[in-house]
């Protein structure tokens, strides 16, 4: 049995990791400051849960949440490239400076972090593969606080020998993400789209495409990063490996749920990526990862939790 600190817990991918180590047997801290994460993504009174409701940029409520601790899952994050675009300071201030406190407080008691980075830190580079030796190139402000977080990462493995893992998510979807805000994710905001019968918004064309991940598939693989050592600083990307376009997956959903209602179009987004695939060689050799979730029975799972809670 261990003890972890799951920063953003209450969160989308914090919630899911929060339900496997406690499945697993271990005890868990939640530290959120429930802007976007829910105590209903908690449940009620679960055996080995503790919450503190804190901001990951406070530097004696972190100093706190320490104690005690055998490993962090960094998760806490202001997320979406959108976002990022109306508001770059509060970006980088909870992803950059709140990652930068999540490892300073973490080289002071000696404990390893597993820091969730993201695949936004490749930019929109002409490789069809985006593997972990390609320099990064961040568009978004997003992109670029999220990699702040991770040379922090590198620089504190090297500096003060602090153990540490960034796992690149690669869009990342499932039951939980919040569906209805004008920043939520693309799967979550057209599963919303279809159950009120209103018309799915795509941004550009609907052939940018990405490398969608079921969250079950991440959390395994936050959990195999904790338990593993490394020498050195490691980033490694966690993703599907497979490339699916808007549309495909608008249209796999459309006959998964009976809608058919067609999308509308607006203009493509300022910061916007157009392709996003992982190379999941590295995942594969250092942790023996691979996605187990396809991506229609993820879309599938995930229409049908929406379904539940949103109608
Ligand atoms: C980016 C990162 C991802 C990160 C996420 C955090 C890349 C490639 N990916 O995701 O790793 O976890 O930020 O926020 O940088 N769209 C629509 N209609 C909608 C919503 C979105 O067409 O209603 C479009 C967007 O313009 C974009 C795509 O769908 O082209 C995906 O958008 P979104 O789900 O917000 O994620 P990314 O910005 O790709």
Not at 194 to 222: H, K
Not at 269 to 292: I, N, P, Q, Y
Not at 294 to 305: A, P, V
Request: aromatic share 8%; glycine share 8%; hydrophobic share 40%.
């Amino acid at each position: 049995m261990s003890r972890y600190l799951v920063t953003g817990g209450a969160g989308f991918i914090g919630s899911h990791l929060v339900d496997r180590l406690l499945a697993q047997g271990d005890r868990v801290r939640v530290l959120d400051d429930f802007s976007t994460g829910k105590t209903a993504n908690l449940g009620e009174d679960r055996k080995g849960l503790e919450t503190v409701q804190a901001c990951v940029t406070s530097e004696p409520d972190i100093a706190a949440a320490v104690v005690g601790i055998d490993g962090i899952f960094h998760l806490a994050a202001l997320p979406s490239v959108a976002r990022s675009v109306v508001a770059p300071l509060e970006t980088h201030h909870i992803n950059a400076t709140g990652g930068l406190n999540i490892l300073n407080q973490a080289r002071k008691s000696g404990v390893k972090v597993v820091f969730a980075g993201s695949s936004s830190a490749y930019g929109d580079q002409e490789a069809e593969y985006k593997s972990e030796e390609l320099r990064e190139d961040p568009l978004s402000p997003y992109a670029a606080s999220k990699l702040a977080g991770e040379l922090y990462c590198r620089s504190f493995a090297r500096v003060y020998d602090l153990p540490v893992v960034v796992t690149r998510f690669f869009n990342v979807y499932g039951p939980r993400q919040v569906p209805d805000s004008p920043y939520s994710g693309v799967i979550a905001a057209f599963c919303l789209a279809m159950l009120r019968g209103e018309a799915p918004r795509i941004d550009g064309d609907g052939r940018q495409s990405r490398d969608f991940t079921y969250v079950e598939d991440v959390t395994r693989a936050m959990t195999m990063a904790m338990k593993k050592s490394f020498a050195g600083p490691v980033t490694m990307n966690i993703a599907c490996g497979e490339s699916h376009d808007l549309l495909e997956m608008l249209s796999i959903l459309k006959d998964y749920s009976g809608s058919s209602r067609e999308p509308e179009y607006a203009t493509a987004r300022t910061g916007d990526v157009r392709h996003s695939l992982a190379d999941m060689a590295l995942a594969e050799k250092m942790l023996d990862f691979k996605a187990e979730v396809s991506f229609r029975e993820g879309l599938e799972r995930t229409y049908d939790w929406y379904k539940r809670e949103y109608s």
